[in-house]
């Protein structure tokens, strides 16, 4: 595993050892970074189960003037931290190491701005997308402007929730192999109601 581009171009990444985490695939990775390349410039990018950091650093390689990255593991946490000082773009990284409900709950607290990227990769075997997509579109970390990536075993991010679907536009599905990434978008006020 690898940054792929940018500043921190070819810097190998460490990850956890066994099945806690499971790093996106790099051909994934590319994929979408590709799709985003040209809007990455001084982006606030979130990673919300950042398990070792790959997706949030390659973000900041890419130019992102900020990532954070949350992950509940204090294991995964250390590695992260370890892989944004190997790369050098510690500085423009928050590491977090917090549950996505808690972070999610706090985000409007903290008087944030929505970030112009978020990237959610849960454990899949947790089967938990629909209620982070439920949680996230009231959390104010994400706006209408705000470009959402999910990544996940199906389809349906939402897991048959009519009334959490309702609230965002589904912009794009690609799928790479067992894997899909789904691009989307929170509807705005105007347009839920």
């Known amino acids: 595993m690898r940054i792929i581009t940018g500043e921190a171009r070819n810097v190998t990444l460490e990850t956890l050892e066994g099945e806690a985490t499971r790093p996106t695939a790099e051909r994934v990775k590319e994929a979408v970074f590709s799709a985003l390349q040209f809007e990455m410039e001084n982006s606030h990018f979130l990673d919300l189960f950042s398990g070792s950091g790959q997706m949030g650093l390659e973000a900041v390689s890419r130019g992102a003037a900020l990532a954070v990255m949350v992950d509940a593991s204090p294991d995964a946490i ?16 928050r590491i977090v190491n917090y549950k996505y409900q808690d972070y999610l709950k706090g985000f409007s607290k903290n008087n944030d701005r929505p970030f112009d990227f978020i990237y959610i990769d849960p454990p899949f075997t947790e089967r938990i997308h629909g209620e982070v997509m439920k949680r996230l ?19 349906d991010i939402f897991d048959g929730d009519a009334v959490v679907l309702e609230k965002y536009d589904i912009t794009k599905t690609a799928k790479y192999g067992r894997i899909y990434i789904t691009y989307l978008r929170l509807k705005s ?4 109601q």
């Open 137 to 155: 579109a009231v959390s104010g970390a994400a706006d209408e402007r705000t470009k959402i990536l999910v990544e996940s075993e199906s389809p």
């Open 189 to 192: 006020e105007e347009a839920s």
């Open 78 to 93: 250390a590695v992260i931290k370890a892989n944004a000082k190997k790369t050098k773009l510690f500085d423009r990284c």
